[in-house]
């Protein structure tokens, strides 16, 4: 119970209190629960984060589940899950509610604007911990700098470069067998 009821918080106030969706709520997944609790270790969240990117929908509730899975069981991942996208559901539901309420100018529109200017640091926050766990050699390095390069000049789609990627490992998982 007390399991679940760390992941139900940790996955809460991380939706609750970071912008931009499941890579901006790694720094206060990884204090809760790898630095306090240690329920898990920093390199196996990076993993579940880094295979959540791969998976269609929403990155923090596949990241949660995994995470939660992993702690706890069928309960963990969902006690996670729901901790994961509660927040978003009621912020969504007020603001779809008060949209038309809220002054399209002024103090407001500046407020909402320095949140995404926040959005976009927690967002580079989380990819450089990620790299930082996934690139472990030059090749690593080489082959991430390739993709981000592919992407950010939108030379190909991200679902092209993901089923490259998976294609090349088992590639090389069966050229060093073949070695050995």
């Known amino acids: 119970m007390e399991k ?7 996955y809460l106030l991380a939706g609750a209190f970071t912008f931009s969706g499941g890579m901006a709520m790694l ?7 790898c630095e306090k609790k240690k329920y898990i270790s920093k390199d196996d969240l990076y993993e579940y984060t880094a295979l959540s990117q ?16 992993k702690i706890n069981g069928t309960s963990g991942m969902f006690v996670a899950g729901i901790g994961a ?14 949209y038309q309420l809220i002054p399209q100018d002024g103090p407001i529109l500046t407020a909402l604007t320095a949140v995404r200017a926040t959005s976009a640091a927690f967002l580079f926050a989380a990819a450089y911990t990620i790299a930082r766990y996934s690139i472990q050699n030059k090749l690593h390095g080489l082959f991430a700098g390739l993709c981000f390069g592919l992407t950010v000049f939108q030379l190909i789609g991200a679902p092209w470069i993901i089923l490259a990627a998976g294609l090349l490992g088992i590639s090389w998982t069966f050229i060093k067998k073949e070695k050995n």
């Open 4 to 10: 679940n009821w760390s992941l139900f918080k940790a």
């Open 27 to 33: 720094p206060v997944i990884e204090k809760e629960l």
């Open 54 to 69: 791969t998976f269609p929908g929403v990155i923090a509730l596949t990241n949660a589940c995994f995470v939660g899975k």
């Open 85 to 98: 996208i509660l927040p978003a559901y009621v912020l969504m539901t007020i603001a779809t509610l008060l």
